[in-house]
């Protein structure tokens, strides 16, 4: 009887707990508190994204964050009425 080979994405509760706890992964930050992609194994919150959080935050927000978006700001762009209008007649002519 042939034996059964195991799926290919199968990923036993121990060697995930093992890949965390080794050293490899740091845990997370403050600033991602809340964050969807945070997962917690004995009681410490890593990362399953990067393996050290503090260096996505290190120029900004997280790219990959979950619970915050970047502030888009739209600057506004002061137009002169009389060149405006200028420019407006030149185009009729
Ligand atoms: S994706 Fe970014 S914000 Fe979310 S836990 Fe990982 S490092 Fe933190």
Redesign the pocket.
């Known amino acids: 009887m042939a034996k059964k080979a195991p799926a290919k994405n199968a990923v036993s509760a121990t060697s995930t707990t093992e890949m965390y706890t080794t050293g490899t992964f740091s845990p ?2 403050e ?2 508190d809340g ?4 997962i917690e194994v004995e009681a410490t ?6 393996v050290n ?2 260096a ?2 290190r120029l900004g ?8 978006k970047p502030e888009i700001t739209v600057a506004k762009i002061r137009v002169n009425p009389l060149k405006a209008s200028k420019r407006a007649s030149a185009k009729k002519k």
């Open positions: 997370i930050i600033k991602c964050c969807e992609r945070a919150k890593y990362c399953r994204t990067y959080p503090e996505k935050w927000i997280c790219n990959f964050a979950t619970h915050v």
